[in-house]
């Protein structure tokens, strides 16, 4: 791509200068509940039960009482579900055309031949999620038989079960159905195949690392003698090769198992986010039944498990949580602690070394962590405790008791209640519900975070307290931020829209430890798109944990952060809101910006947003990448997010645009440029651009220097005309002297 050389007609005569290289700046580039039904009410289903593990029926709402935050609530409505099942089909009072549409969908139609009576009650339909992770042969065969028993008893009419299996992706087994003939299709379908084999490195890392405490014991003694005191800097020889490749290899061992584990943990927390979402459609209880030999949950997956959690409560959804690996030889508490100890005998023999001792006490920490989480007991129990579930462990005949999910399903109570704390922060709330009844216990969720907005896709849990700043009354920024958004009409991708959100330098609050000589951050940036209702149709979002060592942290601070995302929108007008919040500090910054669609139609000319850049650098990269909104040949451009340009900093004005041609036709557009101040045309120029490349597309930047400029808000109005057809963008700059 070429930058032309132009002329540009100004009271004055000023030329435009090539597009030129930019200085360069390192970027760093990363991508619980609310139970709201109106006017702020909370839902809440509740199921009780004797000690006998039967269904209490005859409580009412005076026997209940419900806290938040332990506070007592007013309940406001109160009421038994109890799904009684729907009679039997009689197939001779169901039409055929009946017959045919529901056999399309896997679903058998509910009788319409019942009493009188029976058909004026409303009917309850009740959902349920099978979803099977990654498991063994032998978990597979107990996943099974527990989930066929599961239907020995058959479906009712109104009762829908889906299949779902985890791996290294979500697969969908069979949509949810009453057909039960199609649910244990699905069942024998998808514990037929083998999942992905993960070998545990607990024991290899624990040797290794064992290991290198012996080599560099040996090592410092061989330093000691040869008299070089604690300077290794002159050690040759066996004992430090040996030592420097155990290191290697400990590190590739131990950074492949961070990796596996994040891997392994975002899939199982990503597909049963997926799930969870889509069951939040239907009112009422609904229950997922997760087979499971547990979930690895690294410190980089704990956000998305907690997600999960909070979206479940959100949606209504109890999970119930089966440890497929039935009874073992060794208790996970038993393999964990062995795992513990290993660890802490390797730490304790490298403590008085001259090994360095920050990094590794780093892994160790974080190793310590995972282990500490790697208990079955502790992610399945978490999942089912905090969403009114059920845990079944330690057997190997799991299906008797899965028939309390069906039980659970058709008998419980609904409550609702407005808080009496109308802050909305987005804070967790925790929720207790307790039956003056002795003799009984209650399954329920366990809280949500306090928001009072609802959005299209789950609610993370680091974005809940700057969701809630969004909606809140605007505030004052504690810092500063930058945001845009730029639409692209890419041929196939006529909607496209880039979202940039800047965090300079220094802006984000870094925590420091002394006694580990560390650092840490823990920030967040949110977008959410408007459309001209203020619906929203997109939230974009990602979290950002770092740390290191405090001989980085001023490295790190200078480095600052670009957040970028794309969203692809329907024709239209929206407005962006983006957030920058700092989980430390609670303080945040935010922006606010607009972005236009353009109707779509491939036989018009169509004209991306016109980009000021703020910098730009060599790229490397090819293929369909090299064709990235702010790739320009071999530069990739950063735009300018609404900031101004100043005269003696910045010197010139430089713009880009992308324009788009209709399919087949390689003639040469013609490019128009005027610049206006206060309503009234200060400078305009024409130029014919060359034609579209093979895919369309005619890339156009040019550099305006700005010595003759006045300061002040400028427009630029960009338009491209090719005989009859014309398109036309503007934009708004501000010239600082």
């Known amino acids: 791509m070429k930058c032309r050389t132009i002329t540009l007609f100004l009271v004055t005569s000023v030329g435009l200068l090539p597009l030129s290289a930019f200085s360069q700046r390192p970027a760093k580039e990363q991508d619980d509940e609310k139970i709201v039904v109106s006017t702020n009410e909370v839902v809440l289903d509740a199921v009780v039960k004797d000690k006998k593990g039967r269904a209490v029926k005859d409580l009412s709402a005076l026997d209940f009482e419900v806290l938040e935050d332990g506070v007592p609530q007013l309940v406001k409505s109160f009421r038994l579900i109890n799904r009684e099942p729907v009679p039997p089909i009689n197939s001779s009072a169901v039409s055929d055309i009946a017959k045919k549409s529901g056999a399309e969908q896997g679903i058998k139609p509910v009788d319409s031949s019942q009493p009188e009576k029976t058909k004026s009650s409303p009917v309850h339909f009740g959902a349920l999620a099978l979803v099977f992770d990654r498991l063994s042969p032998n978990a597979r065969s107990i996943a099974r038989q527990a989930s066929l028993s599961y239907l020995n008893d058959g479906l009712h009419p109104d009762d829908f079960v ?12 069979q949509r949810f159905t009453n057909n039960e003939a199609l649910v244990r299709a699905a069942i024998e379908r998808g514990l037929a195949h083998s999942s992905s084999s993960y070998a545990s490195a607990t024991d290899q890392i624990s040797d290794l690392s064992n290991q290198q405490a012996g080599l560099q014991s040996t090592l410092d003694s061989s330093i000691v003698g040869a008299g070089q005191g604690n300077d290794p800097s002159g050690t040759v020889g066996p004992p430090a090769a040996a030592q420097q490749f155990n290191a290697m290899t400990l590190n590739i061992v131990q950074g492949f198992e961070r990796l596996e584990h994040d891997q392994q943990g975002f899939a199982t927390t990503d597909g049963l986010l997926a799930i969870i979402d889509g069951m939040k459609q239907l009112p009422g209880r609904k229950a997922l039944i997760f087979f499971s030999e547990g979930v690895q ?4 997956v704990m956000t998305h498990f907690r997600s999960v959690i909070s979206n479940a409560n959100r949606a209504n959804v109890s999970i119930y949580a089966v440890d497929a690996a039935g009874l073992r030889a060794e208790s996970s508490d038993a393999q964990a602690g062995r795992a513990l100890t290993r660890l802490g005998q390797a730490r304790a023999r490298t403590a008085g070394s001259n090994q360095d001792p920050f990094g590794s006490m780093m892994q ?3 190793r310590n962590e995972d282990l500490m989480r790697s208990n079955p007991d502790s992610a399945l129990g978490a999942l089912a405790d905090a969403t009114g579930g059920v845990l079944i462990a330690n057997t190997n005949e799991p299906g008797p008791r899965l028939r309390q999910v069906d039980q659970d399903l058709h008998s419980y109570y609904l409550l609702t209640y407005t808080p009496k704390n109308q802050t909305y922060d987005g804070r967790f709330r925790i929720i207790s519900v307790k039956v003056n009844r002795s003799g009984t216990d209650v399954q329920t969720r366990k809280g949500y975070y306090a928001l009072t907005n609802s959005y299209g896709t789950p609610v993370l849990s680091y974005e809940a307290p700057a969701l809630a700043l969004l909606s809140g009354a605007p505030q004052t920024n504690s810092f500063d931020s930058r945001a845009a958004a730029f639409s692209f009409p890419e041929s196939g991708r006529p909607g496209l829209v880039p979202v940039v959100v800047e965090v300079p330098p220094n802006a984000i609050t870094f925590a420091t430890d002394k ?9 967040s940036v949110v977008v959410l798109i408007k459309d001209e209702s203020q619906r929203v149709v997109r939230k974009l ?25 794309e969203a692809e929108l329907a024709p239209g007008r929206y407005t962006i809101a983006a957030i920058v919040y700092d989980a430390l500090t609670r303080q945040s910054s935010v922006n606010q910006s607009s972005v236009t669609v353009p109707e779509s139609d491939p036989t018009t000319l169509r004209l991306s947003s016109i980009v000021f850049i703020e910098k730009a650098e060599r790229s490397t990269l090819a293929g369909e990448q090299a064709r990235r909104p702010f790739q320009f040949g071999e530069v990739l451009v950063y735009p300018n997010l609404g900031g101004s340009v100043s005269k003696s900093k910045d010197k010139k004005l430089t713009l880009f645009v992308t324009i788009y041609t209709p399919k087949g036709d390689l003639s040469a557009p013609k490019l128009n440029l005027e610049i206006a101040r206060a309503n009234r045309a200060v400078g305009q120029f024409s130029y014919t651009l060359d034609p579209p490349d093979q895919t369309g597309r005619i890339q156009y930047a040019s550099a305006i220097p700005l010595d003759k400029f006045q300061t002040g808000e400028y427009e630029l109005k960009l338009a491209v005309q090719d005989g009859a057809r014309r398109v036309a963008r503007s934009e708004w700059v501000r010239i600082a002297p």
């Open 515 to 523: 006694d580990k000589k560390s650092f840490s951050a823990d920030f």
């Open 364 to 366: 160790d920490l974080e």
């Open 162 to 173: 889906g299949v779902f299996g985890i791996d290294l992706s979500l697969r969908v087994l």
């Open 297 to 300: 949950l690294p410190t980089n």
């Open 541 to 565: 979002s990602n979290q950002y944990l770092l740390r290191g060592p405090l001989d980085k942290l001023a490295s790190t601070k200078a480095g600052g952060v670009l957040f970028y995302r």
